[in-house]
Nanobody, 127 residues
């Protein structure tokens, strides 16, 4: 069983920065792509970013491109999301998730591509 735990959320003024972390249990972390999703009140959960199992490839939603950076440290079983130039519309609960398929060439960008999820961490951008 895989457990994912997010941390690092909080409240930040517009233009500020936060770094989210996602710690994973188990010894298979390095074999799977990982992703970040977010869900704002009253909205569907949406894709934010994904990183390949090796860390060599990254993918971003257009809404966060050039502001957010996803990374991972396989030695620490941890994934990160550096969020800069935060906007009010970035307010959401942020979830990390593990790809359903090991060593997939290109990580998925939909919820059904991921099978394990964390409990989420709240990010609030204030104007």
């Amino acid at each position: 069983q895989v457990q994912l735990v997010e941390s690092g959320g909080g409240s930040v003024q517009a233009g500020g920065s936060l770094r989210l972390s996602c710690g994973a249990s188990g010894r298979t972390f390095s074999n799977y792509a990982m992703g970040w999703f977010r869900q704002a009140p009253g909205k569907e959960r949406e894709f934010v970013a994904a990183i390949s199992w090796s860390g060599g490839s990254t993918y971003y939603a257009d809404s966060v491109k050039d502001r957010f950076t996803i990374s991972r440290d396989n030695a620490k079983n941890t994934m990160y999301l550096q969020m800069n130039s935060l906007k009010f519309e970035d307010t959401a609960v942020y979830y990390c998730a593990r790809d359903r398929i090991a060593r997939r060439f290109r990580p998925g960008v939909t919820r059904r591509d991921y099978d394990y999820w964390g409990q989420g961490t709240q990010v609030t951008g204030s104007s």
